[in-house]
């Protein structure tokens, strides 16, 4: 069974970084939109989870895969 895993919801991520720092390994910031998407789920969860972000933009993904987590 896997652990949780998460996604960053880009509407609210405002692109502060304060998920990178307290979490590295876990996040880190995208240079083309200036924010930040999950790098490791397991290290998220290790951090706190969804408690990362302090504007709500790190959310579980309760096993649904999304396109926005495969973009590169």
């Known amino acids: ?5 998460y996604k960053v919801n880009k509407e609210k ?9 307290a979490c590295p390994g876990g996040t880190e910031m ?5 924010k930040a998407k999950v790098v490791s ?3 998220l969860e290790e951090c706190g989870g969804e408690e990362m972000c302090p504007y ?7 096993g649904v895969e999304t396109s926005e987590e495969t973009e590169e």
Do not use: F, H, L, Y
């Open 56 to 62: 709500g933009a790190i959310e579980q993904m309760n």
């Open 30 to 34: 995208e240079p083309a939109d200036g």
């Open 41 to 43: 789920s397991a290290k």
């Open 1 to 5: 069974m896997e652990g949780k895993q």
């Open 13 to 21: 991520c405002v692109g502060c970084g304060s998920c990178t720092i």
